[in-house]
């Protein structure tokens, strides 16, 4: 066993022989030496404004592999010995160097001090007005020629409107008006006043009320309002009711009494220093609305879609004689019913009022009736798609009277407002009574009421 083993270390050796020759000083190890360094500037801290560029050399020794690295702000920025950059970003920046082998590292820190720079001017020029119409964009642009966290502060009559670069705003109030700029960081400030002529568009007014007529329930609000949209910068206002001037402010308000229930002419004038501008409007207020007179009316026709006679053979618009006229009916023309004969049931008047307006908002119809000292009264009832729907309230008629009363007919204004009228009887023939063949009636001034 212990031959086996010298053999063995013998072949060992002489393998390790061949493989390893004697060294003779020719092929000795490449020995590394730490880096020398020499930079082309002693300063390590560097002042500069914006925008500038700091430039380095690092002569390092010995030549060979040796690994450069320049970092800003911890961004690898170079690996060549030369070092250029240019600081666009105001505040304190560090430049890391380092050289590398094998053998060490030589590292050197530099610190820049970028100082922040300002020059801004405005788009406008050297201009100090600027003219422009009436609701257009005003825009003005700060140039920053340099600089940066630059504010930009616009006001308007000393009222901040903006803070931005560009300055868009629209100029709704005519004449001269004070702009002022002011944009500043921690470079510099520059601030510049100069004004806005604003041209003011020609007057345009927008009513809020269109139709020239207004009818409405006396005390009811009436209110319209001038709305002055372009060129009312001088405007004067002037409402005339029936020639009297009653504001002077673009709004016309007015709560009619019972008294004064009529119809009225509303004028409307505003004028400028150059302009003038009016709207007339035509009034009816009512206590009771008016439905029908038959003043106008020369048959029944005319008088649609208000009132349907369904026997229309048996009424006719008739001129009273002034011998059928009296202090309570003094009109001219007034619906006459012509009986043929002396039965129970005569003349049927349909009266629609859901094309009144307002008509919700009444509770009680009335006209003049006379009979003519036949013994008739009047029933009403409430009336909708052709059908009676329930009698309303109807006030005392005498009988055999010969001259004019007025008849009240009360009704609920929750039922009425399912309904579209009234069905009128008022020429029925009292049960029992007298009759005289041939008999005559009539209706006028029919009226609708506000409860």
């Given at each position: 066993?212990k ?104 590292t ?44 930009h ?117 505003c004028t ?63 619906l ?16 629609y ?30 009336w ?22 007025q ?45």
């Amino acid at each position: 066993m212990k031959k086996y083993r010298f053999i063995a270390s013998l072949a060992l050796a002489a393998l390790a022989a061949a493989m390893f020759p004697a060294c003779d000083g020719s092929d000795d190890p490449v020995v590394y030496t730490e880096p020398e360094v020499t930079f082309s500037t002693e300063q390590t801290t560097f002042d500069i404004e914006l925008g500038e560029t700091v430039e380095i050399t690092a002569d390092v020794q010995p030549e060979g592999k040796v690994y450069i690295k320049w970092h800003v702000d911890e961004l690898l920025e170079s690996t060549s010995a030369e070092f250029s950059y240019t600081f666009n970003d105001p505040g304190k920046h560090t430049i890391a160097f380092s050289a590398k082998n094998g053998s060490g590292e030589v590292t050197r820190d530099f610190t820049v001090n970028v100082a922040d720079v300002f020059d801004v001017e405005l788009s406008i020029g050297d201009e100090d007005v600027v003219e422009i119409d009436q609701y257009e964009l005003l825009t003005v642009v700060a140039i920053v020629n340099s600089g940066q966290d630059i504010t930009h502060n616009w006001y308007l009559e000393g009222d901040l409107i903006s803070n931005e670069r560009i300055l868009e705003y629209q100029m709704m109030t005519p004449g001269r008006q004070q702009m002022r700029y002011e944009g500043y960081n921690s470079a510099g400030r520059y601030e510049r006043t100069f004004w806005v002529d604003v041209k003011e568009r020609g007057l345009y007014i927008e009513m809020s009320y269109d139709d020239d007529l207004w009818q409405d329930w006396i005390e009811e609000d009436i209110e319209i309002i001038a709305n002055v949209i372009y060129g009312g910068s001088t405007a004067r206002h002037s409402w005339k009711l029936n020639g009297q001037e009653v504001s002077t402010d673009n709004r016309f308000f007015k709560n009619f009494a019972k008294e004064e229930e009529g119809e009225y002419t509303l004028l409307y004038e505003c004028t400028t220093d150059d302009e003038y501008f009016s709207r007339e409007y035509t009034l009816k207020v009512w206590y009771g609305w008016l439905i029908s007179d038959f003043e106008s009316a020369t048959g029944l026709d005319d008088l649609k879609p208000f009132i349907d006679m369904l026997a229309p053979e048996m009424g006719s618009i008739y001129t009273l004689l002034d011998s059928e006229k009296d202090a309570l009916n003094s009109s001219s023309k007034v619906l006459k019913q012509e009986h043929t004969n002396n039965i129970y049931t005569s003349g049927i008047m349909d009266l629609y009022i859901t094309s009144i307006p307002k008509f919700h908002l009444a509770s009680r119809l009335s006209f003049l009736y006379n009979n003519v000292g036949n013994n008739r009264t009047v029933v009403a009832r409430y009336w909708n798609n052709g059908n009676e729907q329930g009698d309303c309230t109807v006030s005392t008629v005498v009988s055999g009277y010969n001259g004019w009363q007025q008849v009240d007919v009360t009704f609920d204004p929750a039922v009425m407002s399912t309904m579209q009228g009234f069905r009128i009887r008022p020429l029925t023939r009292e049960e029992g009574g007298p009759g005289v063949d041939w008999p005559n009636c009539y209706m006028d001034n029919i009226y609708l009421y506000k409860y």
